[in-house]
């Protein structure tokens, strides 16, 4: 558990089932979780001793629900989860709250369209910590803190690659066109503080790169 921006706290956890390594946060301010798994270091009961206790989970795509669950059974949070994906949410991970792009949620987070990987996939933009979050789209190669190169997934991961690509590029594009942030904060990558968004235009500019391959 480790806090990268004020009241923005980072951890690491494999998720339920896959075993993948996967990136959870928390805004703390608020009490929001994003694409949580429990934080094997200090567990779920920390949540509890923190002044706001986790009044939301915001997943970022349908495939992050993660350790939700255990969330929800303890604080009895509402999961927000995009519309487009509501299919991946049967009666074993209801109730769920659906959400569109362009909706508002719990912590001031902005719901941003990515799209291309799948039709699920969401930035979520906080204006007040000038902070963008990355669900599957865009993630970073190597250890957490290893400095790995920021890009996509390996092409395995995609039914259609380049179509898939030029996708998420044009969404990229849009998005700094858009948005003022500063920090990115990636759901397979950790966070990158302070120089998120010329990383981005650096891969926007190359067009494109694969950040690790399997």
Same mark, same amino acid.
Not at 36 to 59: H, K, R, Y
Not at 107 to 132: F, K, N, Q, T
Not at 153 to 179: A, Y
């Given at each position: 558990?480790?806090?990268?921006?004020?009241?923005?706290?980072?951890?690491?956890?494999?998720?339920?089932?896959?075993?993948?390594?996967?990136?959870? +946060?928390?805004?703390?301010?608020?009490?929001?979780?994003?694409?949580?798994?429990?934080?094997?270091?200090?567990?779920?009961?920390? &949540?509890? %001793?923190?002044?706001?206790?986790?009044?939301?989970?915001?997943? !970022?795509?349908? /495939?992050?629900?993660?350790?939700?669950?255990? +969330?929800?059974?303890?604080?009895?949070?509402?999961? /927000?989860?995009?519309?487009?994906?509501? /299919?991946?949410?049967?009666?074993?991970r209801q109730p769920v709250?659906?959400?569109?792009?362009?909706?508002?949620?719990?912590?001031?987070?902005?719901?941003?369209?990515?799209?291309?990987?799948?039709?699920?996939?969401?930035?979520? /933009? !906080?204006?007040?910590?000038?902070?963008?979050? &990355?669900?599957?789209?865009?993630?970073?190669?190597?250890?957490?803190?290893?400095?790995?190169?920021?890009? &996509?997934?390996?092409?395995?991961?995609?039914?259609?690659?380049?179509?898939?690509?030029?996708?998420?590029?044009?969404? +990229?594009?849009?998005?700094?066109?858009?948005?003022?942030?500063?920090?990115?904060?990636?759901?397979?990558?950790?966070?990158?503080?302070?120089?998120?968004? *010329?990383?981005?235009?650096?891969?926007?500019? *190359? %067009?494109?790169?694969? *950040? &690790?391959?399997?």
């Amino acid at each position: 558990m480790e806090e990268v921006l004020p009241g923005v706290y980072h951890w690491q956890g494999k998720n339920p089932g896959s075993g993948v390594r996967g990136s959870s +946060f928390w805004l703390s301010g608020p009490g929001v979780l994003i694409d949580p798994n429990v934080p094997p270091d200090v567990g779920i009961d920390w &949540f509890s %001793g923190q002044e706001t206790s986790p009044q939301a989970i915001v997943l !970022s795509n349908r /495939h992050h629900y993660r350790g939700s669950r255990e +969330f929800v059974e303890r604080y009895g949070c509402p999961v /927000h989860v995009p519309r487009v994906g509501l /299919h991946e949410f049967g009666p074993d991970r209801q109730p769920v709250e659906p959400y569109e792009p362009g909706d508002a949620l719990p912590g001031g987070l902005v719901v941003h369209e990515v799209g291309a990987i799948c039709p699920d996939d969401m930035a979520l /933009h !906080s204006a007040e910590l000038r902070a963008l979050w &990355f669900a599957d789209g865009l993630v970073r190669g190597g250890e957490v803190g290893s400095g790995g190169p920021l890009g &996509f997934v390996p092409d395995s991961l995609m039914d259609e690659p380049e179509q898939t690509k030029q996708g998420l590029l044009r969404s +990229f594009r849009r998005l700094l066109d858009e948005l003022q942030f500063e920090h990115i904060l990636l759901a397979h990558g950790g966070a990158m503080v302070g120089d998120g968004r *010329a990383l981005l235009e650096d891969l926007v500019g *190359a %067009g494109g790169r694969t *950040a &690790f391959e399997m």
